[in-house]
């Protein structure tokens, strides 16, 4: 609704001005009203395309692809996890933040324990066959992320429970999710 009125406004105002310019006329209640008919349906599709569409998912697709092939390149997802029973430190923060660059669209907890990213599916059914894909790979990988689903959303958090934090095996996951999803 805030969307359809801020479009609403801003669609008036920029028809306003470009028929004060395209024609130099005074702008009379007639043009108004011509106007505002006008910008309605415009809003009515902007506010529908908004609800429908996550543009934030998309950019942040766009902008991860490019963030990966700006990186040295990421080999997680050539690796297999290698079983955690303890007796490994967990990573440090800067290894951390050096994985994640590498791997792109997740991000770490402010303790550093885990990592987490959302997806979002067309649907709920969509969103149960990528969860079931996701426990397809943890089963084959031995490792096993918590997965949160919200209707059409699904939340990833990956750490090594052995070591209350986090090692390689859970960037080895994400990026096997990430090349799958
Ligand atoms: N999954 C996760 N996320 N963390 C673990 O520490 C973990 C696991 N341990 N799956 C695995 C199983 C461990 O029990 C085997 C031996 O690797």
């Known amino acids: 609704m805030e969307f359809f009125i801020f479009g609403l406004v801003v ?3 920029e028809d306003l001005i470009a028929v004060k310019v395209a024609t130099g006329e005074p702008i009379t209640w007639r043009i108004f009203g011509i106007v505002f008919l ?3 349906p415009f809003a009515f599709i902007g506010e529908i395309l908004v609800d429908r569409i996550d543009f934030v998912e998309i950019w942040r697709r766009v902008f991860d692809r490019r963030d990966k092939s700006k990186s040295a390149g990421s080999n997680f997802s050539t690796k297999k996890c290698v079983p955690c029973e303890g007796g490994i430190p967990p990573l440090s923060k800067i290894t951390v933040d050096n994985y994640l660059k590498e791997i792109g669209g997740w991000s770490v907890d402010p303790d550093c324990k885990l990592i987490f990213r959302d997806y979002r599916l067309r649907d709920f059914k969509e969103a149960m066959i990528f969860a079931g894909k996701v426990a397809e790979i943890a089963n084959t990988e031995d490792h096993h992320p918590d997965i949160y689903i919200s209707y059409d959303k699904v939340k990833i958090t990956l750490s090594t429970h052995a070591i209350g934090g986090l090692s390689e095996n859970d960037f080895i996951m994400a990026s096997k999710i ?4």
């Not at 990430?178 to 999803?181: F, L, S, V, W």
């Open 38 to 40: 006008v910008a309605i």
């Open 11 to 13: 669609g008036i105002v």
């Open 178 to 181: 990430d090349d799958m999803a």
